[in-house]
């Protein structure tokens, strides 16, 4: 099976602009999850879809919001762009029964000037 | 709320040497812990994962972690290690009532194995 995709996997914005990430999860995964990764904070959830409704939510400001299609493709959104919005953000899918573990995809590293 | 520590934030370790990563845990009920490891400029690889059962979980690529209830710990390990081991260690666990999704990670673990 093809792994976790995520496009694109780097970004240069400038503060106030605004940018959508996208992600392909593993075919037959349902579940869509994003987290931030930054040096000062480490690994921060974000939020989390299943069958195209957000299930579960991390402590980020409304400027990030996210979706996903009924293919279970999901896209992030972040608004207004701040200096400390530059990260790696990680994208993860999980299926399947009981504790299902997570697999991520390469990330997508977004820096703010 | 759960929470794991990584009470080491580098662990140098000669090729060939076993290995060890800590990680120690606070969780209330049943405690689910995973270990993940991330290459430079790549995403998080799932390495492991203790649900129940044995104490001793067998993972990817011959690691293994040790679960122990009485000191609250799930530490990471491997009995010979190679370069290309050398990454970043991660211990996570589930947040409870998030249907197993919402992870909170330690802050990591640099593994240095040296030739």
């Known amino acids: 099976k093809a792994g976790v995709t995520q496009t694109p996997r780097y970004l240069i914005k400038t503060r106030g602009q605004q940018v959508t990430l996208s992600c392909s999860p593993i075919?037959?995964?349902?579940?869509v999850s994003w987290y931030q990764q930054t040096p000062g904070q480490g690994l921060q959830f974000l939020f989390e879809y299943f069958s195209e409704t957000q299930r579960n939510k991390g402590n980020f400001p409304g400027r990030f919001s996210g979706r996903q299609f009924s293919n279970s493709r999901s896209e992030m959104n972040v608004s207004t762009l701040e200096l400390g919005d530059s990260a790696l953000y990680l994208c993860a899918s999980s299926g399947g029964q009981g504790v299902p573990e997570q697999y991520f995809g390469p990330g997508t590293r977004l820096t703010v000037t | 709320a759960q929470s794991v520590a990584q009470p080491e934030d580098q662990v140098n370790v000669a090729e060939g040497n076993p290995l060890t990563v800590k990680c120690t845990y606070s969780?209330?009920?049943?405690?689910?812990l995973f270990w993940y490891v991330q290459y430079p400029n790549r995403g998080l690889q799932f390495l492991l994962k203790?649900?129940?059962?044995?104490?001793l979980v067998k993972g990817s690529y011959g690691f293994e972690a040790e679960f122990n209830k009485s000191q609250t710990s799930f530490h990471l390990k491997k009995p010979s290690a190679l370069v290309s081991d050398s990454a970043l260690y991660f211990c996570?666990?589930?947040?409870?009532?998030?249907?197993?999704?919402?992870?909170?990670f330690g802050t990591g673990t640099r593994l240095l194995v040296s030739p």
């Open positions: 969780v209330s009920g049943n405690p689910y």
């Open positions: 075919s037959g995964h349902r579940s």
């Open positions: 996570a666990a589930p947040q409870t009532g998030t249907g197993f999704q919402k992870l909170v």
């Open positions: 203790y649900i129940t059962g044995d104490n």
